[in-house]
C-alpha cells in the first residue's frame, strides 16, 4: 500500500503575505494620494490668503493715516484719527497699531484700534477722540500704522480705473488726471464728487454743485453725494434743501462722522452756515 506524502507547498501563506503587501502598498498610495491632496488645497488655500493680503495692501497704500489732538482723561488717551482715501471706492473699518511714548521716548501704551466707520473714496474723515486705551504715563510722542481695511471693488468699473483712478489722486494736477477718467467711467458717482471737490479748491463752487448733483442722480444711495451738495446749498443760502440732503446722508450712513458734525452744528444754531 503505497503511503500517502503530503506536500506542503505554503501556497496559502505566501498568498495571504502577498496579500497583506498589496493592501500595505494600497495603504501608502491612499496615504500619497491624501497628503497631495490635502498639499493642494494648502497651496490653494495659501494663495487665496495671498491674493487678499495683496488687495488689502492695495487697498491701505492709498489711505493716509493721522492721529492729532492726543490727550489723556481720567488715565484714558484718546486721540483724533484721520483718514484720508484715495481709493476709487470707499473703505471701511479701518485697524491701526499705534505706540505712544513719553517725552523720553519710554513707551506708556501700545494697541491695535478698529474704527467703526467708513471713508469715502477720494475723500476725508475724522473720527474725534477715539479711545486707546489706559495709561499711566503722559502721551508726548506718536507711531501709528494702518494694517487693514474692508474694501470691495466695485464690479461695474472696467479694469484699471482703480489704480489710474489712485494715480490721478496723487498726480500733480489731481483734476486734469481725474477727467481724463470720465471716458472709462462716465457714470461713476464718486468720480463726479471727486471732480466736485477739485472744483471746490479751485473756488468753482457752481461747478461742484452742478457734479454734486450729477452723482445724486447717478445714485441716490450715495452719502457724500448728498453731504456735499447739502454744504454747496448751504453756501448758497438755501438752508432748507441742504438740510433733506443731510437728513438723506444721515439716513444712508448714520455713522458718518462729518454728516453728524454738521447736523449737531445746524441744531446749535450756528449762524455762519446761512438761511434760506
Known amino acids: 500500500m503505497a503511503s500517502k ?34 498639499a493642494l488645497l494648502f497651496g490653494g488655500w ?10 488689502n495692501y492695495t487697498n491701505i497704500r492709498n489711505v493716509s493715516l493721522q492721529l492729532n489732538a492726543p490727550q489723556v482723561k481720567e488715565g484714558k488717551a484718546f486721540v483724533d484719527v484721520t483718514l484720508h482715501n ?27 484700534i478698529k474704527i467703526d466707520g467708513t471713508i469715502p473714496a477720494a475723500d476725508q474723515r475724522t473720527f474725534a477722540q477715539v ?53 472709462e467711467a462716465p457714470n461713476y458717482a464718486p468720480l463726479k464728487i471727486a471732480l466736485g471737490l477739485q472744483a471746490e479748491k479751485a473756488s468753482n463752487f457752481k461747478k461742484a454743485e452742478e457734479l454734486y ?37 444721515a439716513r444712508i450712513d448714520p455713522k458718518d462722522p462729518a454728516v453728524k458734525l454738521m447736523l449737531e452744528r445746524i441744531n446749535g444754531g450756528d449762524k455762519s452756515l446761512g438761511s434760506d
Open 5 to 38: 506524502t503530503k506536500i506542503q507547498t505554503g501556497f496559502i501563506a505566501k498568498q495571504a503575505e502577498e496579500s497583506s503587501k498589496r493592501g500595505t502598498n494600497r495603504g501608502v498610495m491612499l496615504l500619497i494620494a491624501v497628503v497631495a491632496v490635502g
Open 46 to 55: 495659501k494663495a487665496v490668503e495671498m491674493l487678499l493680503n495683496f488687495q
Open 86 to 112: 484715495a481709493n476709487a471706492y470707499p473703505i471701511s473699518e479701518p485697524v491701526f497699531k499705534f505706540d505712544l511714548a513719553d517725552a523720553g521716548g519710554k513707551e506708556v501704551l501700545r494697541g491695535e
Open 131 to 183: 479711545e486707546l486705551g489706559t495709561t499711566d504715563g503722559a502721551p508726548a510722542k506718536m507711531h501709528s500704522d494702518l494694517v487693514r481695511v474692508d474694501a470691495t471693488t466695485p464690479k461695474e468699473l472696467p479694469s484699471g480705473f482703480s489704480s489710474h483712478f489712485s494715480s490721478a489722486m496723487i498726480s500733480e494736477d489731481v483734476e486734469k488726471g481725474l477727467e481724463a477718467l470720465t471716458k
Open 213 to 249: 448733483k450729477e452723482a445724486v442722480e447717478l445714485d441716490s444711495e450715495n452719502a457724500n453725494a448728498h453731504y456735499h451738495l447739502a454744504l454747496t446749498l448751504m453756501r448758497d443760502g438755501k438752508q432748507k434743501k441742504a438740510m433733506q440732503h443731510l437728513e438723506e446722508a
